[in-house]
T-cell receptor
Framework: DQQVKQNSPSLSVQEGRISILNCDYT??????FLWYKKYPAEGPTFLIS?????DKNEDGRFTVFLNKSAKHLSLHIVPSQPGDSAVYFC???????????FGAGTRLTVKP | DAGVIQSPRHEVTEMGQEVTLRCKPI?????LFWYRQTMMRGLELLIY????????DSGMPEDRFSAKMPNASFSTLKIQPSEPRDSAVYFC?????????????FGPGTRLTVL
């Protein structure tokens, strides 16, 4: 049962434009959400997170938006750079459960 | 700290053979996770440990899979016997404190190919 879903396996964006990666979840108990970035032949690395008490968290070019009523979150990257090309995983957890559920990932390609 | 260390980086084996994957977490981290990455399902949590004790192994696909953490600095994931459908990248990750709220640090992964 995929509790965290990333329905777009891939996304291609022109350099300088905005990249929007989407994530949906089904478990209403999730209250903490993270985005990880993964380059080929490397493990995922943490990018940005958001708690359910917020609807937005910003860190430089990266902003995560959370819509709890829709059980949806998105990661915005602006402006996109070729170095952002990677697989992005959405993850979710509940503070009463010490595990984390990941989506299948979205491969972002930023073209020069 | 060198980060999470996994070995081997690549493993090719034949169906029916035993495979052992190894992980050294970051020193001081009290949670350790094993994940499997496939194209279809992305990152799946297999099992996690807290202070060397297995907490949740509900993600372990079959009895052919087993994991141990004999001490705070070492964990193994064993598949016996291995099957072609086990081919995937296996990641180990560790974190400190309440795992649900903290970022996890991943190792580079072990790419397993079962022929």
């Amino acid at each position: 049962d995929q509790q965290v879903k990333q329905n777009s396996p891939s996304l291609s964006v022109q350099e300088g434009r905005i990249s929007i990666l989407n994530c949906d979840y089904t478990n209403s108990m999730f209250d903490y959400f993270l985005w990880y970035k993964k380059y080929p032949a490397e493990g995922p690395t943490f990018l940005i997170s958001i708690s359910s008490i917020k609807d937005k968290n910003e860190d430089g070019r990266f902003t995560v938006f959370l819509n709890k009523s829709a059980k949806h979150l998105s990661l915005h990257i602006v402006p996109s750079q070729p170095g952002d090309s990677a697989v992005y995983f959405c993850a979710a957890s509940a503070d009463n459960n010490n595990d984390m559920r990941f989506g299948a990932g979205t491969r972002l390609t930023v073209k020069p | 700290d060198a980060g999470v260390i996994q070995s081997p980086r690549h493993e090719v084996t034949e169906m029916g053979q035993e495979v052992t994957l190894r992980c050294k977490p970051i020193s001081g981290h009290d949670y350790l996770f094993w994940y499997r990455q496939t194209m279809m399902r992305g990152l799946e949590l297999l099992i996690y440990f807290n202070n060397n004790v297995p907490i949740d192994d509900s993600g372990m696909p079959e009895d052919r899979f087993s994991a141990k953490m004999p001490n705070a600095s070492f964990s193994t994931l064993k598949i016996q016997p291995s099957e072609p459908r086990d081919s995937a990248v296996y990641f180990c990750a560790s974190t400190q404190g309440l795992a649900a709220l903290n970022e996890q640090f991943f190792g580079p992964g072990t790419r397993l190919t079962v022929l």
